[in-house]
Structures are given as structure tokens and as C-alpha cells.
């Protein structure tokens, strides 16, 4: 008998490591330690369990540094929003970079069904920011003249930036330096 929550957790790790196409059915059998007909009624199926690991993730990952959307002012959330994910891209408990986006750009072609999940889900933490802004512009802690929607994409960029340098060897170090330049881009 194996236990689902260890199940997920091996199989974040595998794909996390190495992508959503490049985590094998045995892979993941062989990591929880089932055999594949266990695996499919247990699971249903290889997306299935991506889709349970990729909900998790989020939960528990990716919510740090989505509460950063509750800072006091604008610069302050996208300050902590890449601090946050600076920490999480280093984490040495977990392979380098984002699960999300390991998947997303090891193979999730975004007209495929995960691709296109991984979007909408990169789609909608973007809209977040870009209300986030809108109302920081209203309340004067944004300027007038600052574009909402070019801020949350220009965040969205720099996180995914530094997700993939993390995965290629980054330390937290470099990824600090780089969340450092990008700050001396934003609006006074």
C-alpha cells in the first residue's frame, strides 16, 4: 500500500526536474513505486496526476509569493513577488527554477492541453498584477502615466527569466542581482 500524499511528492520532484513530456509513465511508477495498473486506478492517468501535482504546487509554492500582491504599495509587490521567487527558483530542498515552468517550456506546447493550462494559469497571476497596479495607479502610488498592464508583463517576464536561469545554474545570488536591476526599472 502506498500513500497518495508521497505518490504526489515523488512526482512533483520528477517533474519538476524534468518536465512534464520528459517524465515517463515508468518514471513515475517507479518513483512512487506501483505498478502501472495501481497507477491508473489511483490516478487515471499521467495528466491527471499533473494536474493534482500542479494544483498543489500552487497552493503551497507559488502562494508565498502570490500573497505579495497584498503589499502596501506598488513597487513593494513586485519587490517581494521577486524576492519570493528568487527564494523559490534556489530553494536546495527542491530542483532549480519553477515546476510550472520547467513544464511549460520543456515540451508544453501552448496548443497542447497542459500548455495551454500552464498559460491560463500564467494569464490570470498576470491580470493580478495588472488590477494590483490599476489600483495602486487610482490610489496615487502608481503614476498616471504608468502602464498597469506593461508592469505585470514586464514582472511576469522577469520571473520566468529567472526561473529559467535558475534551472541553468543560477544561484540565489545572481537571481538577487537580477531582481535588483529589474527594480531600477519601475516607475518612481
Given at each position: 500500500m502506498f500513500d497518495i500524499e508521497t505518490a504526489i511528492e515523488a512526482a512533483t520532484v520528477l517533474?519538476?526536474?524534468?518536465?512534464?513530456e520528459g517524465t515517463s509513465l515508468s518514471d513515475l511508477t517507479t518513483a512512487i513505486g506501483i505498478a502501472p495498473p495501481s497507477f491508473y486506478h489511483a490516478f487515471g492517468s499521467k495528466e491527471a496526476l499533473f494536474?493534482?501535482?500542479l494544483d498543489r504546487y500552487r497552493a503551497s509554492r507559488l502562494q508565498y509569493a502570490e500573497d505579495a500582491v497584498n503589499c502596501a504599495t506598488a513597487r513593494e509587490v513586485a519587490e517581494q513577488m521577486l524576492l519570493r521567487w528568487a527564494e523559490l527558483?534556489?530553494?536546495?530542498e527542491c530542483p532549480p527554477g519553477c515546476l510550472a515552468a520547467n513544464c511549460a517550456l520543456a515540451g508544453g506546447a501552448p496548443d497542447s492541453l497542459?500548455?495551454?493550462?500552464?498559460?491560463r494559469v500564467?494569464?490570470?497571476?498576470?491580470?493580478?498584477?495588472r488590477k494590483r497596479f490599476k489600483r495602486a495607479q487610482q490610489e496615487g502610488d502608481l503614476a498616471?502615466?504608468?502602464?498597469p498592464d506593461a508592469l505585470a508583463r514586464f514582472l511576469m517576464t522577469?520571473?520566468?527569466?529567472?526561473?529559467?536561469?535558475?534551472r541553468s545554474g543560477a544561484s540565489r545570488a545572481d537571481l538577487l542581482c537580477t531582481v535588483e536591476m529589474a527594480l531600477k526599472a519601475w516607475p518612481g
Open positions: 517533474f519538476w526536474r524534468q518536465g512534464y494536474r493534482r501535482v527558483y534556489t530553494d536546495p497542459l500548455g495551454g493550462e500552464l498559460t500564467r494569464k490570470a497571476r498576470q491580470g493580478r498584477l498616471a502615466g504608468a502602464n522577469v520571473g520566468w527569466g529567472m526561473a529559467s536561469d535558475a
